[in-house]
């Protein structure tokens, strides 16, 4: 099979495209025929060297959809459709940046679908990451208001048309006037561009403050997202595009403000079940959610795919086919 390994931290030419033998499943595991994957920013901080538990050369990718090609158990038919979820996979073992991958049967989710497997391969960590944010985090309510800070992400944008279904008056940031158009045409009912100081202008147009925000640019925005926050609301810290993770001197009697709640959210820690994905796989298909794909490329090409990445350029997803 071909893989995409990395030997040694670095840019994106440092991922080394080659031929290995096809893996073997044990008990407990499952050999799945790699069909798509989507490309995610905590493949960017391992492939920077920024995971320090991670042991080169590794196989990277968190997550992919496929075919079952072998099941030990026979629980699993091979050939059947199933997605592969965040479970240290492209860390402590090998994951999807390679034409099959071993892995196991606990991270598997069988799910029916007549979707291309582009569309597929931008689902899983995608949807995971948004559903567990909005619902399991931040329990959203009909009408309440929401800040999703990163918008213009594939999971922000994913996190609006979820939100705006379930009722709720979406506010969404980007640092780039010019994308304030893409996220209108997704949904967002107010805009509001991100200088680092949110606070001043949110509270402004909402003086009580927000009801719930999902912070996805990372810990040094976090400080001020708390301060848009109604009494009583609910901050969720889930993403890290700024590739920050750490505050320095945290105080937390200083940092959040009284009755705020901050909370996060982490698929590596927290699984869905096989009905949410097969819903939402389902809205898809009716048309009732647009997945936000830019761009699609070859596992050949996975050095401009990271590039990409990197670039910060792409307004959504980006997905390798095999």
């Not at 009494?231 to 889930?238: E, N």
């Not at 794909?293 to 307004?315: E, G, P």
């Amino acid at each position: 099979m071909k893989a995409a390994v990395l030997y040694s931290p670095g840019g994106p030419e440092n991922f080394t495209l080659e031929e290995r033998p096809i893996p073997t499943p044990g008990d407990g595991q499952v050999l799945i025929k790699v069909k798509a994957f989507g490309l995610n920013r905590s493949e960017l901080m391992t492939r920077k060297g920024l995971s320090p538990s991670v042991v080169f050369p590794r196989v990277l990718g968190i997550e992919c959809v496929g075919d079952v090609a072998n099941d030990p158990s026979g629980e699993l038919k091979q050939g059947q459709k199933v997605a592969a979820f965040m479970g240290e996979m492209g860390r402590a073992y090998d994951g999807s940046y390679a034409e099959y991958a071993v892995l196991p049967r606990s991270i598997i989710t069988p799910f029916d679908s007549h979707l291309s497997w582009e569309q597929l391969g931008a689902i899983p960590e995608m949807f995971q990451t948004v559903y567990g944010s909005l619902h399991l985090a931040l329990d959203i309510k009909k009408n309440e208001t929401l800040l999703i800070r990163g918008g213009t992400s594939s999971i922000g944008m994913l996190a609006t048309q979820m939100a705006k279904k379930n009722g709720l008056y979406v506010v969404a940031t980007t640092r780039k006037p010019e994308k304030e158009h893409l996220l209108l045409d997704n949904g967002v009912d107010e805009v509001f561009i991100d200088d680092g100081h949110l606070a001043p202008g949110v509270k402004a147009s909402f003086p009580a403050g927000i009801d719930k925000i999902l912070e996805l640019v990372g810990a040094g925005t976090l400080k001020d997202s708390l301060q848009c926050a109604a009494q009583g609301g609910i901050v969720c810290m889930t993403g890290m595009l700024s590739e920050q993770w750490t505050i320095n001197n945290f105080a937390p009697m200083e940092y959040i403000p009284a009755t705020v709640r901050l909370t996060m959210y982490s698929t590596g820690q927290l699984r869905l079940n096989s009905e949410h994905l097969q819903a939402f796989i389902r809205d898809v298909e009716a048309g009732d959610i647009k997945l936000n794909i830019s761009c699609t490329f070859k596992l050949d090409d996975i050095v401009a795919a990271h590039r990409l990445m990197d670039s910060n350029s792409a307004d959504g997803k980006i997905v390798v086919v095999m």
